[in-house]
């Protein structure tokens, strides 16, 4: 999930009521809580904003994480703003019982779920519950096996067109020596032109840098977007949590410059969707099932449903931002580190062109055209570098949750309390702010090795990962998340991700610039690439592009 954070130039009254009120109820909630998690040690942090700006502010991803995790062990509390203590959990045991075995008793915060609504209204992301089941259901259809397997063509077609776009435009004098190239915005083009195609069977033309009302709409959503958001920002989006529900639909009326944002690119994207759909289901209900983009099959679980099963107009407009924001920029984010640790590591580079090469030897004695999934998910180091990848630079890096009942989690590791007594569970009340650190738990030397701060693909090809505790979807990795509510379009994004890394490594080789060591992973709700230095530039990767004559 996505995290804006621009800072507005005007200040509103009705923040202060809004914090003098969190002061009371908070206060009032902290003398009725009948299970506190004091006893669990935890770094010092101010009442006011607690260790969450610290955590926001910090410099890389998980640099507090790996501090923390080393000093009180797989799980620690934190303090939110205003006081509110947060149990944090890298604990694989811990993390498998509430993705696995209580799912149901740990929903989404307020901030999640009202930023969620504002940026993509109400799609699979802001939904739980029985929203979220309901429309996970009619969404599934569109992520089958059979599905991902029609639009690898696509997938191939858009890196092959990112690969002409090099070769043709990018200084044609300088490039057959090599140029230095802002990989992550070009992926972030083709990454977003291949789910136009696949979700909406709509054109975006992001890679041959067409004006699209939708991707146009979605640029200047983020446009004056900062690194770090304002210290009042958090404070205020603290005071949500002690807000009734009734009142959260008013939030959004708050006219801060990033909530005008959001409702101008909504507008845009809803309309837009409106139209599609209204397409779509009269050549479903003219039977007309030639079109198999995500949208249409959505369409046509939709209408073939139980009516009080089905989604709302408002859901189904609601997928497409969904589909945008959280679809292509987790595959975009992706790529860009691979190929940073691909320039950074060119013995691993070098033998993925071999391996790729080799698979297309095999592919022509066969006599056919281009590689298929199975050729894709075939070749072992390149699918070991995605998985290491995945590990070392997850997307995501964080997830924040909210207890809905009482609940005891256990740990695989036992922790020392405040008082010197080792536990291996822990107590926890119906309201406790829980935090997943995935980063943490992707680090932790007893299940990827002692080598676990580095990154390094041969863990994944050696066989010796330890995966007592399963808990994630794919390798055991949480990049995707896990359990019931684990992101649907996680295979789209693998086979999405092979298809454009083996295009791109059989056509170009990929050096370090300059820039490259001063590359920050910076968390802005995705792990960001910035560069130390040019912070006022955006995020940011420079890699020197070689063609491969």
């Not at 944002?261 to 397409?279: T, Y």
């Amino acid at each position: 999930m996505l995290s804006v954070t621009s800072i507005p130039h005007v200040e509103h009254p009705a923040l202060f009521l809004l914090g003098a009120l969190a002061v009371v109820l908070f206060l009032w909630r902290r003398h009725a809580s009948r299970l506190s998690i004091s006893y669990i040690p935890g770094p010092k942090a101010s009442w006011l904003y607690g260790n969450i700006k610290d955590f926001v502010y910090q410099q890389n991803v998980g640099d507090l994480d790996f501090q923390f995790m080393k000093e009180y062990g797989r799980v620690w509390r934190m303090r939110s703003p205003l006081g509110t203590d947060i149990l944090t959990i890298a604990d694989p045991k811990a993390l498998q019982h509430c993705f696995h075995k209580a799912d149901e008793l740990y929903g989404k915060r307020v901030e999640s779920t009202e930023i969620s609504r504002m940026m993509m209204g109400k799609g699979i992301v802001w939904a739980s519950g029985p929203d979220h089941e309901r429309q996970r259901k009619i969404i599934s259809p569109a992520f089958t096996t059979a599905q991902i397997r029609s639009f690898l063509p696509f997938f191939r077609a858009g890196a092959a067109r990112l690969t002409q776009k090099w070769r043709d435009e990018l200084v044609p004098g300088a490039f057959s020596e090599g140029t230095p190239v802002p990989i992550n915005k070009w992926f972030s083009r083709a990454t977003l032109d291949i789910l136009g195609e696949t979700a909406f069977d709509y054109n975006f033309g992001a890679v041959d840098d067409k004006e699209n009302e939708v991707s146009k709409a979605f640029h200047e959503m983020f446009l004056d977007s900062r690194m770090r958001p304002p210290k009042w920002d958090l404070l205020f989006k603290r005071t949500w949590y002690f807000l009734p529900k009734s009142l959260y639909p008013l939030i959004q009326h708050v006219p801060t410059r990033e909530f005008m944002r959001f409702h101008r690119c909504k507008v845009v994207v809803d309309r837009v969707s409106q139209r599609l759909i209204n397409e779509k289901r009269e050549a479903v209900l003219a039977e007309s099932q030639s079109s198999r983009d995500i949208f249409s099959v959505l369409v046509r679980a939709n209408v073939s449903t139980n009516p009080k099963s089905r989604l709302s107009d408002e859901e189904l407009v609601s997928q497409m931002a969904t589909l945008v924001l959280a679809g292509h920029v987790t595959t975009s984010t992706t790529l860009t580190w691979l190929l940073y640790e691909l320039a950074s590591h060119q013995d691993f580079q070098t033998k993925m062109r071999e391996e790729i090469a080799a698979a297309r030897s095999r592919l022509q004695e066969r006599g056919e055209v281009d590689f298929s999934i199975e050729d894709l998910e075939g070749m072992p180091l390149t699918t070991s570098c995605l998985k290491e990848t995945l590990r070392y630079h997850t997307p995501v890096y964080h997830l924040f949750r909210q207890a809905e009942a009482d609940d005891v989690i256990p740990l695989e590791q036992p922790i020392r309390t405040t008082s010197g007594k080792y536990v291996t569970e822990i107590p926890i009340a119906a309201g406790q702010q829980v935090l997943y650190s995935i980063c943490a738990y992707q680090r932790l030397p007893e299940i990827w090795g002692e080598d676990a701060d580095l990154w390094n693909p041969m863990r994944f090809l050696d066989g010796n990962l330890d995966k007592q505790s399963k808990v994630g979807l794919y390798s055991n990795l949480m990049s995707f998340g896990a359990g019931t509510r684990g992101c649907l379009g996680w295979r789209f994004t693998i086979v999405e991700t092979l298809a454009i890394i083996v295009e791109l490594v059989e056509n170009f080789k990929f050096e370090p610039t300059e820039d490259t060591a001063k590359v920050l992973r910076v968390p802005t709700g995705i792990m960001s690439a910035w560069t130390a230095g040019k912070e006022r530039e955006g995020p940011q990767m420079w890699l020197k592009v070689v063609p491969i004559l």
